[in-house]
């Protein structure tokens, strides 16, 4: 068996076919609403990351399920079109994973999603090799199992390990004693943690599982994190929004581009804030993904949202 190259990034979880529906406002229970043209786009946790990365011109593994659909085709055409080593594990009769994303006025958008379970990553599936011939490896939990038998793999082959996570996965707590930069959502570290007080969860967070970082992204309040010794907050950057779908995972590109060129912490988290903010600017969760020039103008040039969120506690240096 041939080893495969060695990759900057590999991505192991979720890819998705997003239909992006602009709606003039968010309907009322029991209203009809007219849209505008809807758009068939390539979207998904995971899959977003990895081709951002590669856009910025990181070498990237992409490992996930897909149906035996046109949308199938589509993934395959994109990950083709854009670079990204994709190892893409086919479910024949099955339809791929698909979101149907409404828009609001203000690019807020709400969705709604659709997976079979004949989808699911299995650790069997999975090849070591896959995950060691990497410089770093990101995952978002879905398929928890697996995700946490490659971070095991990643963690004894010395390599990084970066999670994307929203949800309380069943056996997530395994998964995360084995992931180094754990960047989640606004609300996941307070659920987690039975802790109100989001700054004192990402500590406890920090403290129990032992990751190098904990963080939580916010929004337009940016992203506050937690190094063990001191807390650190980016705020989110004024744009002119379009659609707030893949902001997320376009920060996560953004902060593991930073982690693979040895920035400081700081600037990391700037960088993937700029590069969130600018994916807004388009439809899509990689419609707005721009070159590293354009993201580094942003910081140069940009405004900042103010953020009321975060105040320095006791002992702690703000950036």
């Not at 699911?120 to 939990?141: C, M, P, Q, T, Y």
């Not at 969760?285 to 140069?300: N, P, Q, T």
Request: aromatic share 8%; glycine share 10%.
């Amino acid at each position: 068996m041939t080893t495969p190259l060695k990759v900057d990034l590999v991505g192991v979880g979720l890819n998705a076919t997003d239909t992006v529906i602009p709606l003039p406002h968010f309907p009322a229970v029991g209203s009809k609403v007219e849209f505008g043209a809807a758009k068939i786009l390539p979207g998904g946790q995971t899959a977003s990351t990895v081709v951002a990365c590669q856009h910025w011109g990181l070498s990237t593994r992409y490992v996930g399920k897909i149906g035996g659909d046109s949308a199938a085709d589509l993934h395959r055409a994109e990950f083709a079109r854009t670079g990204v080593e994709a190892h893409l594990l086919a479910v024949p009769g099955c339809a791929s994973q698909q979101s149907f994303i409404l828009v609001d006025n203000e690019g807020e958008r709400t969705v709604l999603h659709r997976h079979d379970d004949a989808l699911s990553l299995h650790s069997s599936e999975l090849k070591r090799e896959w995950i060691v011939n990497a410089r770093a490896l990101h995952v978002d939990g879905w398929d928890t199992a697996a995700a946490t038998l490659a971070a095991t793999w990643a963690r004894e082959a010395g390599i990084p390990v970066i999670a994307d996570l929203d949800e309380l996965y069943p056996g997530v707590d395994e998964l995360l004693e084995k992931i180094d930069y754990l960047i989640v959502s606004r609300d996941f570290p307070t659920r987690l943690m039975n802790e109100p007080n989001i700054e004192t969860a990402l500590r406890r967070m920090q403290s129990r599982y032992g990751s190098t970082l904990t963080a939580a992204t916010l929004g337009h309040e940016g992203v506050l994190a937690w190094d063990g010794k001191q807390l650190h907050h980016s705020s989110a950057y004024r744009v002119a929004v379009a659609d707030t779908t893949g902001a997320g995972d376009i920060f996560h590109a953004g902060f593991i581009y930073g982690l693979l060129k040895d920035w400081p912490l700081d600037r990391q988290l700037d960088f993937a804030c700029a590069a969130a903010a600018l994916n807004c600017t388009a439809v899509g969760a990689r419609g707005g993904i721009k070159s590293v020039d354009e993201i580094e103008g942003l910081i140069v040039k940009g405004t900042h949202y103010p953020s009321e969120f975060y105040a320095p506690a006791p002992n702690a240096i703000s950036r």
